[in-house]
Nanobody, 116 residues
């Protein structure tokens, strides 16, 4: 079955960096786009970044452009989110997502907390 497992979250000071990973299994990884979403306390889940199967296209939420970079390694069935210059408003649980037709798959999430 499809599995998405995030890792790499933690506590970081404002201006710091973190690199999230999402290890995938159970589907033809290189054929599908994957995305990162996040959900802050009391807020709805929101899109952060996406990458196509062959990495030819990426897309970002406006507020993370220039600070976050999404990438993937199809040999390792893993996507990454490099997050630089983190700010308190980036505090959230970060989720990995993929889907096709009427099927949606989410990871369990990894907590990112930005605080001094």
């Amino acid at each position: 079955q499809v599995q998405l497992v995030e890792s790499g979250g933690g506590l970081v000071q404002p201006g710091g960096s973190l690199r999230l990973s999402c290890a995938a299994s159970g589907f033809a990884f290189s054929a599908y786009a994957l995305s990162w979403y996040r959900q802050a306390p009391g807020k709805e889940r929101e899109f952060v970044a996406a990458i196509t199967g062959n990495s030819d296209m990426t897309n970002y939420k406006d507020s993370v452009k220039g600070r976050f970079t999404i990438s993937r390694d199809n040999a390792k069935n893993t996507i990454y989110l490099q997050m630089n210059d983190l700010q308190p408003e980036d505090t959230a649980v970060y989720f990995c997502y993929t889907g096709w037709f009427d099927e949606d798959y989410w990871g369990q999430g990894t907590q990112v907390t930005v605080s001094s």
